[in-house]
């Protein structure tokens, strides 16, 4: 007996040894590749950001640069997971008190490293599920590493492939910039539509085909608060564009049934023109928003008027949620859709830590993440959610606005039988809160939310302060959502209705 015992002391031994080598060396091995894809990654930087010094026209360089940006912000989000998943079982507390209970931090730690590797929540094939019990830090460590091989894989092969890339690179000019640090780009400037606008900028200013008599017209469409605007607002201060055309007009209303070449034109707004007044022989560039379907025999109408009064060159864009819109267009429609998971939280990220490393909070950054995957890819969200976040920079107070995002999205399936991002083009209205306690409930009933521009009269409460509890009001009220701070500076109002519940 005492040698079986004996045998099985031994045995069970040499499996705790073995284990620890193991796991030891898996440690290693994602510590070893976590510093290689650092290097991959700024390896990536390097090139991006030296393309975007540059005037680039052809289009596959920029389809193999916009692949580029694509892997780099897999990357990116892999370490940040990685980070979120040491922090989940590492008991990360960034040096603050949760008032959550012991269970409740337990709960939430094994919940954050089961959507640490979420990276795309379209394609179920891409998520790692972690079970419950004993073994999740074993199986969160081997997904990390799985997932940490893979990201470095594609950007050495991506980065492999660019070679050529860079070669060619040299020979394009330079554009003249002002040095910008990350956070500032994203607080500025517009994030993620690079591909996009090239799209476009190429219908603008390609040469009109020899005897080419209709009047070359793009079509843009995409859910509301996608970026149509700000996309073509960015095109049109562009100097290339201002270069090429010697005057830009602006329309925005609901359709076009009621306006005449006379009234159109005197609705339009000017975006630019050039020292001499536009004459026939000058190329016009119009651009029309539209929040409301076209019918064909207006749209004739009004194309066989402006083909009459524009030069040969002249172009016309025009923005929807229809897609109805796309029959009018001479060339491929653009569809604006939401940005991947990858980028859109890269885009979260440095909108909610500005320069501030996440890797110096990773609890914080672990919360973080959390938001932006139920955030569902809005951009007014997370504007909203990075000034709430910043103004309470504690781990208690992100805790709760990730609890308060899961009941609100859990209410709103409760209410419609559907989540908000699926009913925000629909009538009846979205529902939300107040994160402050009071009794009995009081909730806001948020409407569609539509735009005026930034020279237009806006309410005076801002959504913020609701949420914040700064501002009280009852029944039914118009708040300001949120106020843009990048061209064309857009002010986003939305009605909604207090009730107590």
Known sequence: MEILYSAVLSELVSRAVSFLLAKREEQAAAAAQEERLRSLLLRSRTIVEEAERRLVTNRAMLQQLGALRDEAFRGYYVLDAAARCRAA????????KDDDDDDQKEEAEAEACRRAFTLSRFNPAKRVRVPSGDPEACRASAARLRELRQAVRGLEAMIGDMKEFVVFLTTHPLLHRQPYSAHLFVDKCMFGRHMEKERIMEFLLQPEPPGAARLGVLPIVGPAHIGKSTL??????????RDHFSLIL?????????????????????KHQTDNEASSGQRLLIIIELFEDLDEETWKNMLYSSERSMAQGSRMIITSRSEKIVRF???????LKCLSPEAYWHF???????????????????LAMEMASLMQGSFLFANIGAVVLRDHFDTQSWSRAVRRIREYLQKNVSLFG????????KDHPRFTWSLINQKPDRYCMLYDIYERGSQE?????PYSDMLAGCAQPRG?????????RIPPYLNYVCKCEILDM
């Open 348 to 366: 979260f990220k440095m909108t909610v830590f500005g320069s501030d490393d996440p890797g110096q909070h990773p609890k914080l950054a672990s």
């Open 232 to 241: 073509v607002e960015h095109v049109c201060h562009d100097e290339r564009v």
């Open 457 to 461: 009269e806006v309410p005076e409460i």
């Open 329 to 335: 267009g001479t060339t491929r429609a653009l569809r």
């Open 418 to 425: 559907e989540y908000t991002d699926d009913i925000k083009d």
């Open 89 to 96: 079982f590492g008991g990360g507390r960034d040096g603050c």
């Open 476 to 484: 039914e009220y118009d708040i300001l959502f949120w106020r843009s």
């Open 250 to 270: 602006f329309y925005r209303g609901k359709s076009l049934v009621d306006e005449t070449v006379a009234s159109f034109r005197d609705k339009c707004v000017v």
